[in-house]
T-cell receptor, first 116, second 111 residues
Framework: DSGVTQTPKHLITATGQRVTLRCSPR?????VYWYQQSLDQGLQFLIQ???????AKGNILERFSAQQFPDLHSELNLSSLELGDSALYFC???????????????FGPGTRLTVT | GENVEQHPSTLSVQEGDSAVIKCTYS??????FPWYKQELGKRPQLIID?????GEKKDQRIAVTLNKTAKHFSLHITETQPEDSAVYFC??????????FGTGTSLTVIP
């Protein structure tokens, strides 16, 4: 158990709908990262937050957005869902930059999204 | 951004043999290179990592080497066991700590 939690574990929804995935980082971690893992594209970095602020964006679609709240949990919002959005969505967390071990990211168990 | 290539995509070895997985990266600013092991349907788990100021690191049966000049790094697993069977991902991290992953290697250790 990495200490990173994600809810829900599974989500089944229809095309065109909107869903919210939730992530709670390890205690004390200030950075949260979101990744998408699909069969044909592997693990792709979507977005990074640090202490409530967006830090970096990767291959995140405009239909997707995220935020990190004052209690440091993060939510990934996916809207106008398409069949191709079906994937495993992982979040990961790490300690503050400059802290010992800040390079290491610990992954949550993931949310499996199925769009029908 | 960073582009990471990983080879081979599948690898089968006999139990007790060694396994080697290779990755290349494109951005010379990348400074941290973790390796993750992922079992089917589970989270990626960090197994070993190396920073750009180090050429080699070993942890029991697992070792990683880094060649910054050639921009490639490799995972070596010795004395493989059936429980080593999984998908292995390499990653390269830019200074902001964003990870860019390779496409994965499915390792099968045959008893």
């Amino acid at each position: 158990d990495s200490g990173v939690t994600q809810t829900p574990k599974h989500l089944i929804t229809a095309t065109g709908q909107r869903v919210t995935l939730r992530c709670s980082p390890r205690s004390g971690d200030l950075s949260v990262y979101w990744y998408q893992q699909s069969l044909d594209q592997g693990l792709q970095f979507l977005i990074q937050y640090y202490n409530g602020e967006e830090r970096a964006k990767g291959n995140i679609l405009e239909r997707f957005s995220a935020q990190q709240f004052p209690d440091l949990h993060s939510e990934l919002n996916l809207s106008s869902l398409e069949l191709g959005d079906s994937a495993l969505y992982f979040c990961a967390s790490s300690v503050a930059p400059g802290s010992p071990g800040h390079y290491e990211q610990y992954f949550g168990p993931g949310t499996r999204l199925t769009v029908t | 951004g960073e582009n990471v290539e990983q080879h081979p995509s599948t690898l089968s070895v006999q139990e007790g043999d060694s396994a080697v997985i290779k990755c290349t990266y494109s951005d010379s600013a990348s400074n941290y290179f973790p390796w993750y092991k992922q079992e089917l349907g589970k989270r990626p788990q960090l197994i070993i990592d190396i920073r750009s100021n180090v050429g080699e690191k070993k942890d029991q049966r697992i070792a990683v080497t880094l060649n910054k000049t050639a921009k490639h790094f490799s995972l070596h697993i010795t004395e493989t066991q059936p429980e080593d069977s999984a998908v292995y991902f390499c990653a390269a991290s830019l200074p902001g700590n964003q990870f860019y992953f390779g496409t994965g290697t499915s390792l099968t250790v045959i008893p």
